[in-house]
């Protein structure tokens, strides 16, 4: 009995008239076994990512040109901040229970966080409040600038400490001009050119 008839192929039944052509259908039938193999470990790799959580925060930060008023909304995944604070603190709190003792941890925590200098000047954040979005913290700030600057810079350290893998999204609105940006533990800062 031939290789080909022991595992079922049978070269007369699949309509193959020659060894040669055999060898090609056999070639392709591999290839087409080896991409679902491929597609397989692609799909079990994705699988095994969704699995492990992503330590991801936003800051959107817009600047009127004309007022002259700064508004930064911050975005985090409350266990994260509320772990964090615990770390820093040794206080346990609970952002969803709106308690102004919390909202004071939470805005002495993330003020030393989080800097912005427009241009050389530092800019000093006034906290408004938050909100609770889902799993989501966000954190409302306001600041004012003077004058011109070539530059706005953002630094972001919040989580850090507790997350080696945290990453923020930085978002900066200019009157009507848009820029992005990522930062990724240890980068902290970025420079945004203002126009």
């Known amino acids: 009995m031939q290789r080909n008839e022991k595992f079922g192929l049978n070269l007369d039944t699949i309509g193959l008239k020659s060894r040669k052509e055999a060898s090609g259908g056999l070639k392709n039938f591999a290839q087409g076994h080896r991409f679902a193999a491929h597609s397989l470990l692609a799909l079990c790799f994705v699988a095994i990512s969704a699995m492990h959580p992503y330590f991801v925060g936003v800051t959107e930060i817009k600047i009127e040109p004309k007022s002259k008023l700064v508004s930064v909304s911050c975005k985090l995944f409350v266990d994260d901040v509320q772990e964090a604070i615990f770390q820093q603190t040794g206080q346990k709190i609970n952002l969803s229970a709106k308690r102004p003792q919390d909202q004071l941890l939470l805005k002495n925590y993330l003020l030393s966080k989080l800097k912005i200098h427009w241009g050389t000047t530092h800019l000093p954040l006034t906290m408004l409040g ?57 980068e902290d800062c970025h420079t945004f050119g203002m126009q």
């Not at 004012?144 to 923020?168: D, F």
């Open 130 to 186: 938050y909100d609770i979005e889902e799993e989501g913290v966000w954190c409302y700030f306001e600041s004012s600038i003077r004058g011109k600057a070539k530059s706005l810079v953002v630094c972001n350290r919040a989580l850090y400490e507790t997350l080696e893998t945290q990453t923020h999204f930085l978002h900066v609105t200019y009157g009507t001009v848009k820029q992005h940006w990522k930062i990724s533990n240890p």
